[in-house]
C-alpha cells in the first residue's frame, strides 16, 4: 500500500552565515589508531563545552576500512568558527597533530551560506572529497588559511602560521 511521503524544510533566513564543516580522521597505519580515539575523546570533551557559536555537533561515519570517521559541524558565523579554531586547547592539538599525524590523516571541507566552499587535507594519502575532482595542490600562502581559502578577508592570522608549522 503507498503511503505519502511527509516532506519538510527548514527556514535558514536566521542564520545568514552559517557554516557547515564535514570532518574526518582516516587510519593510514594500525598505531594510527591510539591517535584516532584520542583524538575523538578530546573533540568529545571541547564540544561538551558548547563552544560560542557551535549550533550542532554530530559524528558521521565515512568507512570502516579505511577507519575515517569524522563529524558534522554547523557555525552560527566565520568569526565564531575561527574564535574556536584559534583558542586553546584546540590551536595546540592543531600544531601538535601538524607536527605528527600519529598515523593518520586528517580532512576538513568547509561550506558557507553567503558563498565559498574550501578544504584542507592533511596527511589523506588518496584524494577524497573535493580532492577528487578538483585536484590538489599544497596549502601554501594565500591557500595556507581557510578564511583565505573561502576567499575572506579576515582580520586574525590562521590558526597556525607557515611559520609556525614549517619553521619550527
Known sequence: MPTRVNRQTVDLTAYPDLMVLYLGMRVNHLYGIRTFFSFGRKIQESVAGKPDGLLLHEPVYYSFFPLNMGMRQYWR??????????SEPHRQ????FLRD???TGFWH???SARGGMEAVYDDVPKPLGFGRFAGVQRARGPMF???SRLGRSDDGAPVLSETDLYES
Open 77 to 86: 558565523d566565520l568569526p565564531s568558527l575561527l574564535a574556536f579554531a584559534r
Open 93 to 96: 592539538w592543531w600544531l601538535d
Open 101 to 103: 599525524s600519529g598515523g
Open 109 to 111: 571541507e568547509t561550506y
Open 145 to 147: 588559511g581557510s578564511a
